[in-house]
C-alpha cells in the first residue's frame, strides 16, 4: 500500500478566495490595465512566439528588458514562473535537510511553506506589537540559531511596514547566512532598495516581481538579483524552460515601456496615499490602529475586523 510522506500527507492546494469580483483586493494587485496601444504591442509580439518551439531557458531579451529599468547587470539575473518559483528553486538550492532558515514573523507566508519542503525548519523572529523589527535581535537569532537563510519581504506583506537600507546593510554584514530580501512591494519606496549595491555582498539575493507594482500578475514574471556565482546555482537549479515564451514576450513589450511603468506606480502611490489619509479619518470610530504604509495597500487593526472582512468582500 502507497503512503504518502510525513511532509507532505496533511497538504492542501493553495486556494484564494474563489468567486468573481469586479475589483480585488485579496492580492495586492494591480487595479491598472495595460492602455490599449501597449496591449496592441503585446498582441503583435504574442502573434510572432512561435509555439512549436522551446521557449529562450534564459530568456535573454526579457532580462536585457528588466536589467535596463533597474539597471543592473542582466548576468546578474534570473527569471522565474512568479517570484514564487524562484523561492522555491532557492530553498531547494540553498538548503540542504535539515538546515534552518529564520523569518520574520508576520511575513509572506511561502518562505516557510517551501523550506518546509525542502525539509528544512523555521526559525521564526517574532515582531512586536507595534511590528517593528529590532535587527541587532534578528541578527543574534540568526547566528544563535545558525541559520542558512534569513528571507524577509522589504517593505513587509502583510504589515506594509518598511526596514531602513541601512539596517538591512547591518543584516547582511553580520550575518554568514543568506540574505534573500524580497522587494515585490519596493517600487513605493525606492529610496531603501538595495538593488544598486547587490553586488558588494556575497550573501544577499534581491526577488523582484512583475506581480503588484507592474501590474502584470498574470504574466507570472518574478526575478532574483545576486551576484554571478549566486546566480549560476538559481539558473542551475530552475528547471530550463521556467518562463515560457508568451510570458517572455509580453515582458519584453512591458519593459520597453518604462515611462508607463513609472506612471502606473505614481497612480498607484497617489491613490493609495488617498485611501491611507480618508481611513485615518476614520480611524478613532472604527479602526484601532493604522500602519503607516509603504506599499500599495494598507494594514490595519480593528476591533470588528471580520464585520469589515465580509462586508468589503
Ligand atoms: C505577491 C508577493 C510575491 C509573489 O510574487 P509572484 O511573482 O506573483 O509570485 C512575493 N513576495 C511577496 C512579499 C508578495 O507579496
Redesign the pocket.
Known amino acids: 500500500m502507497f503512503r504518502l510522506n510525513d511532509k507532505v500527507k496533511n497538504l492542501t492546494p493553495y486556494e484564494p478566495i474563489s468567486g468573481t469580483y469586479e475589483i480585488r483586493l485579496d492580492?495586492?494587485e494591480s487595479f491598472l490595465t495595460v492602455p490599449e496601444e501597449i496591449e496592441n504591442e503585446m498582441v503583435e509580439a504574442l502573434k510572432n512566439s512561435a509555439l512549436n518551439r522551446y521557449p529562450d531557458p534564459m530568456a535573454t531579451k526579457l532580462l536585457k528588458g528588466f536589467a535596463d529599468y533597474f539597471n543592473v547587470d542582466p548576468d546578474c539575473v534570473t527569471a522565474g514562473n512568479?517570484?514564487?518559483?524562484i523561492?522555491s528553486v532557492i530553498m531547494n538550492a540553498f538548503l540542504q535537510k535539515g538546515d534552518k532558515i529564520l523569518t520574520l514573523e508576520p511575513d509572506?507566508s511561502?518562505y516557510r511553506f517551501y523550506a518546509e519542503i525542502a525539509e528544512c525548519e523555521s526559525v521564526k523572529y517574532q515582531k512586536n506589537e507595534n511590528l517593528d523589527v529590532n535587527i541587532d535581535d534578528v541578527i543574534d537569532m540568526a547566528n544563535k540559531e545558525n541559520v542558512r537563510i534569513v528571507i524577509l519581504?522589504n517593505p513587509c506583506?502583510p504589515t506594509s511596514r518598511i526596514i531602513k537600507a541601512d539596517e538591512i546593510r547591518k543584516l547582511i554584514n553580520n550575518t554568514n547566512a543568506l540574505v534573500v530580501l524580497?522587494e515585490?512591494?519596493m517600487d513605493f519606496a525606492v529610496s531603501e532598495s538595495l538593488m544598486g549595491e547587490f553586488q558588494n555582498y556575497d550573501n544577499l539575493i534581491i526577488?523582484k516581481?512583475?506581480?503588484?507594482a507592474l501590474g502584470c500578475?498574470a504574466l507570472?514574471?518574478?526575478f532574483a538579483v545576486a551576484n554571478k556565482t549566486l546566480t549560476n546555482v538559481i539558473r542551475a537549479v530552475k528547471s530550463p524552460y521556467n518562463v515560457n515564451s508568451v510570458s517572455q514576450a509580453l515582458g519584453e513589450v512591458l519593459f520597453s515601456h518604462p515611462d508607463y511603468i513609472d506612471s502606473c506606480i505614481e497612480t498607484v502611490v497617489n491613490s493609495k496615499k488617498e485611501l491611507y489619509a480618508e481611513l485615518l479619518k476614520i480611524e478613532s470610530e472604527k479602526i484601532e490602529k493604522i500602519y503607516e504604509t509603504h506599499t500599495n495597500f494598507v494594514f490595519m487593526k480593528a476591533k470588528n475586523a471580520k464585520q469589515i472582512f465580509e462586508k468589503m468582500k
Do not use: H, P, Q, V
Not at 82 to 85: N, P
Not at 209 to 212: A, Q, R
Open positions: 492580492a495586492n512568479g517570484s514564487d518559483e523561492i509572506f511561502m519581504s506583506n524580497d515585490a512591494y526577488l516581481t512583475c506581480s503588484k500578475a507570472r514574471l518574478g
